[in-house]
């Protein structure tokens, strides 16, 4: 069965703000794979707007594997975590993670219309 928190995590972000490559999971997993996030935008939203990206397939890349293992499976609060969480500022560094060419765990966005 599924089951909503008790509480929703609204965010917002300044122009030009992003937020650093991460796996939700690390901030509200609390150890669980058994964890569904989703972005909903609150407007239109364009990729130059700033909208989620998500690495296909990241989740099942062999390449990556051990960055689920490992960033992947932490908890911000049991791992006393400082700072932002993010694994990385870089988009980059996941497909040097995954390594090869081309990067098996592409980004893709698109635009939203409210």
């Known amino acids: ?7 929703k995590w609204l965010r917002g972000m300044p122009p030009r ?3 650093g490559v991460h796996v939700d999971r690390v ?7 058994e964890v569904l996030t989703c972005w909903i935008p609150l407007g239109d939203t364009t ?7 998500v690495a ?12 689920q293992e ?6 911000v609060e049991r791992e006393g975590l400082v700072g932002t969480g993010w694994f990385t500022e870089d988009p980059a560094d ?3 993670l995954a390594s090869s060419p081309p990067p098996t765990s592409p980004w893709r966005t698109a635009a939203f219309d409210a």
């Not at 069965?1 to 509480?7: C, E, I, L, N």
């Not at 901030?27 to 794979?33: A, F, I, P, Q, V």
């Not at 296909?56 to 960055?67: I, K, M, T, V, Y």
Request: glycine share 14%.
């Open 47 to 53: 990729p130059q707007d700033g909208t989620v990206a």
């Open 94 to 96: 996941i497909e040097a």
């Open 70 to 75: 490992t960033y992947g499976s932490c908890d």
């Open 27 to 33: 901030y509200m997993g609390r150890g669980s794979e």
């Open 1 to 7: 069965p599924a089951r909503t928190f008790d509480f």
């Open 17 to 19: 703000g992003f937020t």
């Open 56 to 67: 296909e397939g990241s989740h099942r890349a062999p390449a990556l594997a051990r960055f």
